[in-house]
């Protein structure tokens, strides 16, 4: 019984600006994790924030998921 896979990348606009943004994206996590295996310190205190305010951790993780959202709606709309 033969299995197929389908990819969603080897369409029509395999080099669109989500696939980009997407590889940029892990690239950009890789990295971050890397500083941090690198240097022992998280990626806050590199940037010199030792002790960051709650207030400003929720709104950064908020401030991601909704563009996180806004960029997977506008990318299910133009199919």
């Known amino acids: 019984m033969p299995v197929t896979i389908r990819c969603e ?12 943004l997407g590889r940029l994206a892990m690239v950009g996590f890789a990295v971050a994790i890397t500083v941090e295996i690198a240097t022992g310190k998280g990626l806050l205190e590199n940037f010199g924030l030792t002790s960051p305010l709650p207030t400003v951790a929720l709104a950064v993780t908020a401030l991601v998921g ?7 709606f506008q ?5």
């Open 9 to 20: 990348q080897s369409t029509q606009e395999g080099n669109s600006l989500d696939v980009w």
């Open 66 to 72: 909704v563009l996180t959202a806004v960029f997977i």
């Open 75 to 79: 990318s299910a709309s133009k199919n």
